[in-house]
């Protein structure tokens, strides 16, 4: 079957850096996408990765290492506004996403 | 990036009556749409893909008599709950695939809720 995790909570301190983790099982793989959803909000696109390697965007960057099916997003500089979940998607060989359940990061001053 | 509209945004409907949510993709043409379903602390669910001019084809457990799904045009997709009742109160939110990218645009959401 086809699997993604990522943990279900994260805890951190404003000013801070913190990394997300995902591994991912799935039937073939085009992509993996990270989203960032705020409470009663749709999710809003955040990075791309279908390379090997660290794509960095700001305060946001993405690593992804295929050979492993892992990933994880890194958030530097964290601020209050970045309390949210943020969710992991891996785009198959049909091209569907297939989703993770989220992690709900929390930060704290 | 590109935009995806849902209309309305939130709606409250008494039980048994029909509630229809479009969405449209405002600056592109999306062979694919999708619909999902959210309940509070949980993750996206998909419910259906809609391709355009076809059937859309509904996720294991969801009913396609109850969720109706029409996708007549490239930029127009619609989602009818049919006879709703208190437990299809959920936040749902399409997305819109573009013809010449596999990136997924997502709507604002409708919150529905039924009386």
């Known amino acids: 079957g086809q699997n993604i995790d990522q943990p279900t909570e994260m805890t951190a301190t404003e000013g801070a850096i913190v990394q997300i983790n995902c591994t991912y099982q799935?039937?073939?793989?085009?992509?993996l996408f990270w989203y960032q959803q705020h409470a009663g909000e749709a999710p809003t696109f955040l990075s791309y990765?279908?390379l090997d390697g660290l794509e960095e965007k700001g305060r946001f960057s993405s690593f992804l290492s295929r050979s492993k099916g892992y990933s994880y997003l890194l958030l530097k500089e964290l601020q209050m506004k970045d309390s949210a979940s943020y969710l992991c998607?891996?785009?198959?060989?049909?091209?569907?996403?297939?989703w993770g359940a989220g992690t709900k990061l929390i930060i704290k001053p | 990036g590109a935009v995806v509209s849902q209309h309305p945004s939130w709606v409250i409907c008494k039980s048994g009556t029909s509630v229809k949510i479009e969405c449209r993709s405002l600056?592109?043409?999306?062979?694919?749409m999708f619909w999902y379903r959210q309940f509070p602390k949980q993750s996206l669910m998909l419910m259906a893909t809609?391709?355009?001019?076809?059937?859309?084809?509904?996720e294991q457990g969801v009913e396609k008599d109850k969720f109706l799904i029409n996708h007549a045009s490239l930029t127009l997709s619609t989602l009818t709950v049919t006879s709703a009742h208190p437990e299809d109160s959920s936040f749902y939110i399409c997305?819109?695939?573009?013809?010449?990218?596999?990136?997924?645009?997502f709507g604002p959401g409708t919150r529905l809720t039924v009386l």
């Open positions: 809609s391709n355009e001019g076809s059937k859309a084809t509904y």
């Open positions: 600056d592109f043409q999306a062979t694919t």
């Open positions: 799935t039937s073939g793989f085009n992509g």
């Open positions: 990765n279908v």
């Open positions: 998607a891996v785009t198959d060989s049909n091209y569907q996403l297939i």
């Open positions: 997305s819109a695939r573009d013809t010449a990218d596999h990136e997924q645009f």
